[in-house]
């Protein structure tokens, strides 16, 4: 594997200041990311797979262990929420020596019986997201091939095409980020790619999905002020409003989709929601096809999720 390789800005670096090695860290990892061939084609997929499973009542799972754990974690854990999703339905089986939270689990990556475990209440109609940058970690190799034997879809992402867990997915996402300044740190340059895949990945599923309309998050989960009030100022800058008027239509319509609508194109409540029925809950298909929608192209979308119990308790600003 590469990263086991020595890095050419490896050599005498006990010898050097900080700063130097400073210097060394980001540049390794800015050339590698510069020179890293993104596989846009099969992240497109993926986010399609990962649409489709979710639409049609299926659970997503994501496999990992250390760096790669900490990557999906960090990418990954906020997607419900974000996209206004069934929490239920995401399930992040990853493992770790340091329990950070209730997700990394004090087990090996060695720990193949806990992999079948975990990967044996996977099946048809679900998605497995494995990471590994070896490719050959034990833990996330087994769980992904008792998914793939159980009739789940398994997506990998790896850096090392030889390690196994390309030739078990059935979509494998193969990123080659070549020699770490430190030997086997796959949390330098691998780990950042892996983080840049998996955004890319997540955005273009959340965009399938119909939950980001024009760069905002537009079925967004706001159960805290803060969110609260980033709802009202995604209304107010889509509906080209204030945030007063944005924060009153929230208000009455529950949700940000519905408030936008309303306000953007003049519809009562009971419009704007047969408005977006008739779109499958799409925003984009509902304002930018106003006049002629073309249901058959429109892509899924999760219905609008209803207000959380709190929804207007406090004060709207963070």
């Not at 050339?31 to 979710?54: D, F, G």
Request: charged share 20%; glycine share 8%.
């Amino acid at each position: 594997m590469a990263s086991d390789k020595s890095h050419m800005l490896s050599k005498l670096l006990q010898a050097q200041s900080s700063e130097a090695i400073s210097q060394s860290v980001v540049s390794a990892q800015v050339s590698a990311i510069e020179n890293l061939v993104i596989p846009h084609s099969e992240i497109a997929r993926a986010a399609r797979i990962q649409a489709r499973t979710y639409t049609s009542g299926g659970r997503i799972f994501f496999a990992g262990s250390g760096a790669s754990a900490m990557a999906i974690l960090m990418d990954s854990s906020e997607i419900a929420r974000s996209y206004g999703l069934q929490e239920s339905r995401f399930f992040f089986d990853c493992v770790g020596p340091i329990p950070l939270s209730s997700y990394l689990l004090e087990r090996s990556e060695d720990d193949v019986n806990w992999a079948e475990t975990k990967a044996n209440r996977i099946g048809h109609g679900d998605c497995v997201i494995a990471v590994s940058s070896s490719g050959s970690t034990p833990y996330t190799l087994r769980y992904a091939e008792v998914a793939r034997r159980n009739g789940a879809d398994v997506i990998s992402l790896s850096s090392n095409q030889e390690g196994g867990l390309s030739q078990v997915a059935n979509l494998p996402i193969l990123i080659e980020t070549g020699t770490e300044l430190i030997c086997g740190s796959s949390r330098l340059s691998s780990g950042t790619a892996q983080k840049i895949i998996l955004n890319a990945l997540s955005i273009c599923f959340g965009v399938e999905l119909g939950a980001v309309y024009n760069g905002h998050l537009v079925n967004l989960k706001m159960d805290n002020a803060k969110l609260r009030y980033q709802g009202i100022r995604t209304i107010a800058y889509l509906a080209d409003v204030s945030l007063e008027a944005a924060e009153e239509a929230l208000k009455f319509a529950g949700n940000i989709k519905l408030a936008i609508l309303m306000l953007k194109l003049g519809f009562t409540l009971d419009e704007a929601q047969a408005r977006l029925d008739a779109t499958g809950g799409n925003l984009a298909y509902a304002i930018d096809n106003y006049a002629d929608i073309n249901l058959k192209n429109a892509p899924l979308c999760p219905k609008a999720v209803e207000p959380h119990p709190e929804y207007y308790s406090g004060t709207t600003t963070p």
